[in-house]
């Protein structure tokens, strides 16, 4: 069973329009959907092979679970990883979105690129649809490459943004009376989103200054606004985990706060009741004599100093603003 995907021939007129895959004049793009390494495996071999180019036997591209973008030198092409992502919405009401990366493949070669992904990418079925409608904006494997990098990474400014909404609603819950452990536990869930990201990007941001040396013609100047686009977006994922801490030092600054009021307010407490407490341990000793014992009226007149000696001490506590 051979993997599903699109072709598309260029050459010097524009869009050739062929799906033969042994189509040679001018350059190919060749798209695959497939999460079957051997199915791809065979593909990718088989049109190498109509190039004129043998596949290593120390060729593997399983690696997507590095989360960072790689580039791999074969000599006559080189494999490039990358991945596009998207936030999910939580599970749970109390859970923090979910990040899904999916691993795009290129093989660029200077007949053609292969790229191939294990599903269906919004932005690579987008980048078909404008190309059919123009064909003149490729002109070469250059310009394709940068066509497919540049719509995943344009595709990451409306992810941030979305994690940015996250995130200042996250900080308005830092004052509010969420749950401590709920809030801890969303803030590790978004720095974590933010690393995986972060990850990518950095990797990314060397992957782009490595391509504008590599490639030569007109679309080399494209490379380095690619680059200036990744170092924007790290840009932004690095302020994200600055408001992320920011987050958490609020979280704490609050529940510190909250400790503290709690300890004022026992310490006022045990403050009033000192008097009576005093009183209490003194008549409580085992004496025959003590003044005012065997007044009828002893008890009610202690309990009378007790309530004016707690009474100036609230209105004193008071006075000094400590309630």
Known sequence: MEAEGFTLGFNDRGLAGSNDWAYVDGFQWIHLYSDDSEQIRQALQAQLERWGVELPHSWNHENSHLRHVLVEDYGDFFHLLTYHMRLDDAERADA?????AKALHLVVHRRGVISWSARSVTHIEGLRRKILAHP?????????????????????????????????QLEHHALTTMERKVLESRVLAYRHLVMVIRSVLVSSRDMAHGLSRRFKGPSVPYYFDLYDHVLRLVELVDGYRAMLDTVMDLHLSAVSNRMNEIVKTLTLVTTVMLPASLV?????????????????????????????VSAGLLVWFKRQAWI
């Open 280 to 308: 209490a341990a003194l008549y409580g000793m085992n004496f025959d004599h003590a003044p005012g014992i065997h007044w009828s009226y002893g008890f009610y007149c202690v309990l009378g100093f007790v309530g004016l």
């Open 96 to 100: 923090a979105p979910t990040l899904t």
């Open 136 to 168: 003149q904006w490729i002109n070469d494997c250059s310009g394709l490459v940068f066509a497919i990098l540049d719509g995943l990474f344009h595709a990451l400014f409306p992810l941030l943004d979305e994690l940015n909404e996250y995130i200042v």
